[in-house]
DNA sequence: TATCAATAGTACTTTAACGAACTGTTCGTT
DNA sequence: AACGAACAGTTCGTTAAAGTACTATTGATA
């Protein structure tokens, strides 16, 4: 993923898994969300992109030139499979049981893989500073504590939570706020 | 960065920056860090790299392959400038007008890159589960909210987010909590 | 003094993804 | 019927960074 002359400091790149068939490259983030996405139900290409690009919205649009040949390659490695093609020269694509397996195990170092994540929230935050706290930092930071909740805390992290929403709408709705 | 065969998706990859001068492709997370870093005190490579995998635990080290290179490169690019040499063929390197012009001008979009590393945050945490959970509808909730809050209510957010960050680290940390 | 580890860097290949330009096929509107 | 937009995909060059192997120079230790 690149910015569209925004300026702005993009990643996405940096998500890599796999190493799974003791492969050296196995792909990176794109190759785990069309994992992930099939998982739940069959698409195509165009599907994935699209449901990407509305998920962050426009802040991340896989290009073309990514993902089509990386659905083929995934199709070569046994990952994913056609199950029906549509009008337009659609293909619908679909996960397989080894597709599934390597989803699973990959998952499975979510905390190693959240724990890096954080750290690179860190240099991040270092960079562009954090003396006047953007409501988005604070959110990202939300993010990760949530992460990292025991299951037995959790219902009072839903109380919290649930409390900051409703400011939140409260503010929004305020219309004598500030105005 | 990549990770050593850990089978841990990594990322930094897609941060970029840049086009300030016009130019299609300005470099990423490392050329960054190094402007960043270099505005504090003078510095050679290996302590940059050393630097960074310090402050992260050993989560991301720039490869030799990539930031020797590229401090050349930005000092070709007047970015940076060799302020003095060592023992061992040592170069140090400190920041330039310019190169601190280009960090100013980059850092200033912090609310926009903010966002961004945000929604990768979500499509991450998505991916790797645990988003089921009624805090993290709430969370969803919130997120929708941000998108949508004017500039004149952005204050007023961030301390609204701030003081539930504030209470979720507190109940993170509170080990007498619910045990 | 010899050895090893740490500092410092080079060259090059591979990986992941972007971006741009292009082709082709519908589908909706005028 | 013609046109434009949207869906669907291909090709290829560029960028950012990792990974690997290597060289060279100290500085510490035995």
Chains 1, 2 share one sequence.
Do not use: Q
Not at 2 to 9: A, E, S, V, Y
Not at 98 to 126: C, P, Q, V, W
Not at 130 to 148: F, Y
């Amino acid at each position: 993923m690149r910015f569209r002359d925004g300026d702005i400091p993009g990643f996405h790149r940096h998500m890599r898994f796999g190493n799974e068939s003791g492969h050296h490259g196995r792909g990176g983030m794109i190759r785990l969300y069309i994992l992930h996405s099939l998982r739940k139900e069959p698409k195509t290409g165009y599907d994935l992109i699209k449901e990407i690009s509305d998920k962050t919205g426009g802040t991340w649009v896989p290009s073309k030139g990514t993902l089509y040949p990386m659905l083929r390659k995934m199709e070569d490695e046994g990952l994913i499979r056609i199950s029906g093609t549509g009008t337009r020269s659609k293909n619908i694509y679909e996960i397989t049981d080894g597709g599934n397996d390597l989803l699973e195990r990959t998952i499975r170092h979510r905390r190693e893989a959240g724990e890096k994540m954080y750290m690179f929230r860190k240099i991040f935050s270092e960079i562009f500073g954090r003396n006047n706290t953007p409501a988005w930092e604070n959110l990202s930071d939300i993010h990760h504590l949530l992460e990292n909740i025991p299951p037995e805390k959790e219902a009072k992290a839903t109380e919290i939570t649930g409390r900051c929403l409703e400011e939140l709408r409260r503010l929004a709705e305020d219309e004598s706020g500030n105005s």
